[in-house]
């Protein structure tokens, strides 16, 4: 198979239309319980590459799963001024359980 029809046949344009029925702002996610909790240092560290993927796609991942996605990291003061959207979680919500418990041993 020639280079050419191989690139051909992985990729098709109207491939990607399919995914815009995901960008709901978490609809979906709430309704089926799903949620994406992503966990890295770089987070709101603004040192290296790694901080720039996390904040490019950071949107996107909003987009599909809105209040269901969760990104954590260290709590850096001069970063969280500028990078940290805080929010205070509706009482029945288990992030909010687990959110008390880590306040109550330290945590900010």
């Given at each position: 198979?020639?280079?050419?029809?191989?690139?051909?046949r992985?990729?098709?344009?109207?491939?990607?239309?399919?995914?815009?029925?995901f960008?709901?702002?978490?609809?979906?996610?709430?309704?089926?319980?799903?949620?994406?909790?992503?966990?890295?240092?770089?987070?709101?560290?603004?040192?290296?590459?790694?901080?720039t993927?996390?904040?490019?796609?950071?949107?996107?991942?909003?987009?599909?799963?809105g209040d269901?996605?969760?990104?954590?990291?260290?709590?850096?003061?001069?970063?969280?001024?500028?990078?940290?959207e805080?929010?205070?979680?509706?009482?029945?919500?288990?992030?909010?359980?687990?959110?008390?418990?880590?306040?109550d041993?330290?945590?900010?």
């Open positions: 198979m020639s280079r050419e029809r191989a690139s051909r992985f990729y098709r344009v109207d491939s990607t239309n399919d995914l815009f029925e960008m709901d702002r978490g609809y979906s996610a709430q309704h089926e319980n799903r949620w994406n909790f992503e966990v890295a240092w770089e987070a709101a560290n603004k040192v290296g590459g790694i901080y993927v996390i904040r490019s796609k950071a949107y996107v991942s909003t987009e599909e799963m269901q996605y969760c990104l954590i990291g260290p709590y850096k003061e001069y970063s969280a001024r500028t990078e940290i805080e929010a205070d979680f509706p009482s029945h919500n288990p992030l909010q359980q687990a959110v008390q418990v880590l306040r041993q330290g945590y900010k």
